[in-house]
């Protein structure tokens, strides 16, 4: 990158100066200035111009980091917080071996769970419109809380999977793992699959409404006549609406129970596949990515480690190479640089310049984790504009 770099890029001896000794401040350096000051003049544009461009290239990495919080850091902590909470529920896999196609049950379903409390893990979402292998938690309630880490949220007041009446969930569109990001892609006739600990709900789609945040009727026990005694069983997804920006509208989804089974007959035959042989596998299955896995959904230990590298590296640099850049400056072997933030934070470190540039990178690298874990999430939260962009609001 010319900004910035330009001035130390150099880390070999110079020559001894010249007889008349050591030349001062800003000797030797090309169009020092003239009579007239108009070279001066020019180099404190060109100067200013350069800070400016550093500010502006830091600006946009800054945005582009904020892009990549919103869209992909916060779907990352949110699959390793739903992955810990499948494995704290000790729930059957239904993905064992052996796995066979559920019947479809008769009669009325089961109602499942009956007393949820707050938090709790109620309910896991299939769609195999969003891919083979989509998943979700869904928790006990729709508060910022629940949304951001935990995948989808129940409204505590609407009914609970198998129950007649509207079994509403809310979930963002963009940000926290975007569960709902692909909602607009769904057909009528797409299955919409509830899992629960024992039981199998299988809905269908119908249709789509986008609303203003204030129609509240959607989350009714029956949307398509509010106020009426409900006699479907019904499932009704809302998210916000457009993604990516000030959520405005909500994008409302409904669906039809089809029926129900036993997650103990095995898996739901919109969620399975048959080889040649008959063998069913389960395609539902949602395994932890290895980055959310490995990082535990926490930038905190990244920041530590690279601060760590830092700081061995620059005292095994400092040790055997001292700072050989500002010695040249100080001597006089090299001209004094211009302004520049960058330079001179390579000029700070310690060692030969490929040293210097590892540094700077291991610093730059543990700024921007620090960013991601800490700055992005409080700013997301508390300036308003970022947090009409970043946080959902659940219909009341």
């Known amino acids: 990158m010319a900004v910035g770099l330009a001035d130390v890029s150099d880390d070999v001896e110079y020559a001894t100066p010249p007889a008349g000794g050591v030349p001062g401040r800003g000797a030797g350096r090309r169009g020092a200035g003239g009579p007239d000051g108009r070279s001066t003049g020019r180099r404190v544009v060109s100067q200013v111009a350069g800070v400016l461009a550093e500010i502006f290239l830091t600006l946009a990495a800054i945005c582009a980091l904020y892009v990549v919080w919103q869209t992909w850091w916060t779907g990352v902590q949110a699959e390793h917080t739903q992955a810990q909470q499948r494995q704290a529920a000790s729930w059957t896999s239904p993905a064992s071996d052996g796995t066979k196609v559920a019947p479809a049950q008769q009669g009325d379903p089961p109602v499942q769970p009956t007393d949820p409390k707050y938090g709790d893990l109620i309910a896991q ?7 083979e292998g989509w998943a979700r938690n869904i928790v006990e309630g729709t508060d910022a809380a629940q949304l951001a880490r935990h995948g989808l949220g129940h409204y505590e007041n609407s009914q609970l999977p198998g129950q007649v ?11 926290y793992g975007e569960p709902l990001i692909d909602v607009d892609k769904l057909q009528p006739g797409d299955p ?9 709900y299988v809905y ?5 409404q986008v609303v203003d945040p204030t129609d509240v009727w959607v989350v009714a026990p029956n949307p ?6 409900p006699t479907k069983r019904m499932i009704t997804l809302t998210t916000c609406d457009p993604p990516y920006q000030v959520a405005t509208h909500r994008w409302i989804s409904w669906g039809e129970l089809k029926y129900w ?3 103990a007959g095995g898996v739901p035959q919109e969620l399975a596949t048959q080889d040649a042989s008959g063998a069913v596998r389960f395609t539902g299955a949602k395994a932890e990515s290895p980055i959310a896995a490995a990082v535990g959904g926490s930038l905190a230990p990244v920041v530590a480690v690279a601060l760590l590298a830092w700081l061995v590296l620059a005292v095994a640099a400092a040790v055997a190479w001292r700072w050989p850049a500002l010695r040249a400056i100080r001597e006089g072997r090299r001209p004094r640089p211009d302004v520049s933030f960058y330079g001179w934070l390579t000029r700070l470190m310690p060692g030969v310049l490929p040293v210097r540039l590892l540094l700077v990178a291991l610093l730059l690298f543990a700024a921007a984790a620090a960013l991601l874990e800490w700055v992005f999430p409080w700013a997301a939260s508390t300036i308003p504009f970022l947090k009409a962009m970043s946080n959902y609001v659940a219909v009341s």
């Open 125 to 131: 979402l299939y769609v195999p419109r969003f891919g």
């Open 165 to 175: 009446g509207n079994f509403a969930i809310a979930g963002h569109r963009s940000g």
């Open 192 to 200: 919409i699959v509830i899992r629960t600990q024992d039981y199998w």
């Open 204 to 208: 269908t789609y119908q249709r789509y």
């Open 224 to 229: 398509e006549q509010p106020g009426s005694t």
């Open 261 to 263: 089974a036993k997650v």
